[in-house]
């Protein structure tokens, strides 16, 4: 165990009086550290996570920078985000707070969404959110078009879930398999939302390490104009059409 993480479980431990060497064997058995927590931090902002929701990670804060630096003046405050997928709410929530825009999550896990609903809470942006349960793929209601469309889906292939890291095993499968070749969920996901992509001033989703050429070939038969935005890792990370303002 490394240094650092021994320092956390031991401040956990102090601050909840849990017992520290069973929060240990815990961690020594391949649980997420995030989950033994309860809590981890994203853009700089708490977020509330266990069984059942995926652990916000750091490659996925592009999204939001990505999003924030083309809607954070003063007409895109009264904007309305549509975050898919939303799990804990890592993504909305951070833009609520950043630019103060209006977020309808939709999340279908039932698990997930009990989280998603604390870390609302948690981070005081009940005025601003709406959360709703619902598979994105049923019986939505009539929508309006949307300022932006944010999606992170589950895009591990078949490939990457068969050597997955013990910690990730933890984790909602549902939240990460993505098909045999990770894209299941973009192709259906394009043929669905045809018309609330193209009604939207701005449309970004995340992809896995290699997808983004395919993605963007979706993308561009449904009448989409797609561009692509590497990570800090110079992975293509980020898949987006834009509008005017």
Same mark, same amino acid.
């Given at each position: 165990?490394?240094?650092?993480?021994?320092?956390?479980?031991?401040?956990?431990?102090?601050?909840?009086?849990?017992?520290? $060497?069973?929060? /240990?064997?815990r961690?020594?058995?391949?649980?997420?550290?995030q989950? *033994?927590? %309860? =809590?981890?931090?994203f853009?700089?902002?708490?977020?509330?996570?266990?069984?059942?929701?995926?652990?916000?990670?750091?490659?996925?804060?592009?999204l939001?920078?990505?999003?924030?630096c083309?809607?954070?003046?003063?007409?895109?405050?009264?904007?309305?985000?549509?975050?898919?997928?939303?799990?804990?709410?890592?993504v909305?929530?951070?833009?609520?707070?950043?630019?103060?825009?209006?977020?309808?999550?939709i999340?279908?896990?039932?698990?997930?969404?009990?989280?998603?609903?604390?870390?609302? $809470?948690?981070? /005081?942006?009940?005025?601003?959110?709406?959360?709703?349960?619902?598979? *994105?793929? %049923? =019986?939505?209601?009539g929508?309006?078009?949307?300022?932006?469309?944010?999606?992170?889906?589950?895009?591990?292939?078949?490939?990457?879930?068969?050597?997955?890291?013990?910690?990730?095993t933890h984790?909602?499968?549902?939240?990460?398999?993505?098909?045999?070749?990770?894209?299941?969920?973009?192709?259906k996901?394009?043929?669905?939302?045809?018309?609330?992509?193209?009604?939207?001033?701005?449309?970004?989703?995340e992809?896995?390490?290699?997808?983004?050429?395919?993605?963007?070939?979706?993308?561009?038969?449904?009448?989409?104009?797609?561009?692509?935005?590497?990570?800090?890792?110079?992975?293509?990370?980020?898949?987006?059409?834009?509008?005017?303002?």
């Amino acid at each position: 165990m490394i240094q650092q993480e021994e320092k956390w479980l031991r401040e956990y431990a102090e601050r909840s009086g849990a017992d520290l $060497e069973s929060l /240990q064997k815990r961690r020594e058995s391949g649980e997420p550290l995030q989950y *033994i927590l %309860g =809590e981890w931090e994203f853009y700089g902002y708490p977020f509330k996570v266990g069984k059942g929701v995926l652990i916000p990670r750091p490659e996925t804060e592009l999204l939001v920078d990505f999003a924030k630096c083309r809607m954070q003046n003063a007409e895109c405050r009264n904007s309305v985000i549509l975050d898919l997928c939303a799990g804990s709410g890592c993504v909305g929530i951070a833009l609520a707070k950043e630019i103060g825009c209006r977020v309808i999550a939709i999340e279908k896990s039932p698990e997930a969404v009990k989280y998603l609903k604390k870390n609302v $809470e948690l981070n /005081q942006v009940g005025e601003q959110f709406m959360v709703l349960q619902k598979d *994105i793929f %049923g =019986e939505m209601p009539g929508w309006t078009p949307f300022d932006c469309v944010l999606i992170n889906p589950p895009y591990l292939s078949k490939t990457d879930m068969e050597n997955l890291q013990t910690e990730v095993t933890h984790e909602p499968k549902t939240a990460l398999y993505g098909g045999k070749d990770g894209l299941d969920f973009y192709r259906k996901f394009f043929n669905n939302w045809t018309r609330v992509l193209k009604q939207a001033t701005l449309f970004a989703c995340e992809v896995g390490d290699g997808q983004a050429s395919a993605v963007s070939e979706m993308m561009t038969a449904i009448g989409l104009a797609p561009q692509i935005q590497k990570d800090y890792a110079g992975i293509e990370r980020v898949v987006y059409s834009i509008g005017e303002y």
